[in-house]
C-alpha cells in the first residue's frame, strides 16, 4: 500500500486548454487540446513528491482512494478533483495505467479547510486471486430484452425475464 500527500490539484475544468495549429497531413487547420502551465507544474510537483517517498510502482488492478481536504469552504463538485492526482501519479510511474484502476473512492473531509489545500491518495493492489478482498459485489449476466421481444420482431410474445429473475414467463404465447 502507497499513502503520499499532494497538493491541491486544478480542476478537471481547467486542466485542458485548446489550441488550432495546422495537420501535418492535410494542411487544414484543426483543433487540439493541450495540459494548461497549472497542470504541468502540478505534474511536476507530484513527480518529485514520488521521487522524495521512494514509491514503487502499483501493478495490475489497483484500489485508490482519494481523501480531499480542501483549501477553503468554496462549493466544489469533488469529482473533477481526481483526474489530474491520477494522471500525475500514471505519469510518475506509481499506477500503471489508469484503466487499471477497478475501485476508487473519493472523500471529503468537511470541517475547517486545510491552508493549501491536499489530498491524500491511498493506493493498494487488489489481489485477484481473492475474490474477499473485493467489496461485497456480485457479478450477473442479466438477459437482453429488446423492444420486439425476446423471441424476435412481429412474433407478438411480451418481454419476459426467466425464471429465476422472480417472475414465471406468460402463459400466452
Partial sequence: MIRLVLPWPPSANNSK?????????????????????????????????????????????????????????????????????IDALVDAGVIEDDCLIDDLHIVRHR????????????ISQIDCAQPDNLPNMRCSILPVISEAGPHGAGQGRSPTPPAEFGRTPNAKG
Fill in 111 to 122: 470541517g475547517f479547510p486545510t491552508p493549501g489545500g491536499r489530498v491524500v491518495v491511498t
Fill in 17 to 85: 486548454m485548446p489550441i488550432t495549429v495546422r495537420s501535418s497531413k492535410t494542411g487544414k487547420r484543426v483543433q487540439r487540446q493541450v495540459s494548461t502551465h497549472e497542470l504541468k507544474t502540478y505534474k511536476r510537483a507530484v513527480m518529485r513528491i514520488v521521487a522524495l517517498s521512494c514509491a514503487h510502482q502499483v501493478s495490475g488492478q489497483v484500489r485508490v482512494r482519494i481523501d480531499v481536504q480542501e483549501p477553503d469552504r468554496r462549493r466544489r463538485d469533488i469529482a473533477n478533483i481526481e483526474k489530474a492526482p
